[in-house]
């Protein structure tokens, strides 16, 4: 059964009569705690990408690399859906520049990368309320994890820059597992590692928190609830598995997760 944030609050005196146990809550990283996608917005107006190319000698006309551009993003979301290559560090600098008939090392395209990605990280910002909502969960005593489809060197890198990689007990990051979120091996992961560091771990005491209702909420199919917090920007897909709870944004998911733990 569904329920909305707002739903939950409303029918709180009655769920009083519920225990419920929470031994996880896992996030996901980018959209979720962190704003990926603005700031992805924001370096492509600053042309990082392009800069990127420029930097190693690699200077194509405006035209052609935006026609390369449009072609490996449509790539990336339709052909590499839940292929860990797409997270593999240098990869897309090595198929744009493959499609721009300048053909790189995968040492020159790892130091692209590099360079963007310091761009980027200078630029990155947590979503409102992400720091807040991740200091309740850890006052309560409840392990946290953080499960992210991504390159590895990458997040842990922005987790460091923000002060929240001691946080997480447990970090999944897609290219190092050799699995994708849009599957349930990450879960089946977390799950296998979570009973390690506490062995009474069940699935359905576990919550997973995500944007991705074609990714995250994969993660029921392991018996773990989960929550996803709506982005206006993510259109339905075919893929979508409904989460057990909705909410607009961490404010709110703060709200529900002081009403559940």
């Given at each position: 059964m569904l329920f909305s944030a707002t739903n939950l609050f409303a029918l709180f005196p009655l769920l009083l009569l519920i225990v419920v146990m929470v031994q996880w809550v896992c996030f996901d990283w980018g959209d979720t705690l962190a704003d990926m996608r603005g700031t992805y917005e924001e370096v492509e107006k600053d042309?990082?990408?392009?800069?990127a190319l420029e930097q190693f000698g690699i200077k194509p006309t405006q035209e052609e690399f935006s026609k390369a551009y449009v072609e490996l993003a449509r790539e990336f979301s339709v052909s590499y859906?839940?292929?860990?290559?797409?997270?593999?560090?240098?990869?897309?600098?090595?198929?744009?520049?493959?499609?721009?008939?300048?053909?790189?090392?995968?040492?020159?395209?790892?130091?692209?990368?590099?360079?963007?990605?310091?761009?980027?990280?200078?630029?990155?910002?947590?979503?409102?309320?992400?720091?807040?909502?991740?200091?309740?969960?850890?006052?309560?005593?409840?392990?946290?994890?953080?499960?992210?489809?991504a390159n590895g060197e990458r997040i842990r890198k922005q987790l460091e820059f923000f002060g929240m990689?001691?946080?997480?007990?447990?970090?999944?990051i897609s290219d190092e597992l050799g699995f994708d979120k849009s599957s349930v091996e990450p879960f089946k992961r977390f799950l296998e590692q979570a009973k390690i560091v506490y062995p009474?771990?069940?699935?359905?005491?576990?919550?997973?928190?995500?944007?991705?209702?074609?990714?995250?909420?994969?993660?029921?199919?392991?018996?773990?609830?989960?929550?996803?917090?709506?982005?206006?920007?993510?259109?339905?897909?075919?893929?979508?598995?409904?989460?057990?709870?909705?909410?607009?944004?961490?404010?709110?998911?703060?709200?529900?997760?002081?009403?559940?733990?």
């Open positions: 042309q990082g990408v392009f800069k859906r839940g292929n860990v290559k797409r997270w593999q560090k240098g990869f897309f600098f090595q198929r744009i520049c493959e499609c721009l008939n300048f053909p790189v090392t995968e040492e020159e395209s790892s130091r692209m990368s590099d360079y963007y990605h310091d761009h980027f990280i200078s630029k990155l910002k947590l979503l409102s309320g992400a720091k807040e909502v991740i200091e309740f969960v850890a006052k309560k005593k409840i392990h946290l994890a953080l499960i992210s489809n990689d001691t946080y997480f007990s447990i970090v999944l009474a771990t069940v699935a359905s005491e576990c919550i997973m928190v995500g944007d991705r209702k074609d990714e995250d909420t994969y993660a029921k199919n392991t018996g773990m609830k989960t929550i996803i917090v709506k982005r206006t920007h993510r259109s339905p897909s075919s893929h979508d598995i409904e989460p057990d709870y909705e909410v607009a944004d961490l404010f709110e998911l703060k709200k529900l997760l002081e009403n559940l733990l």
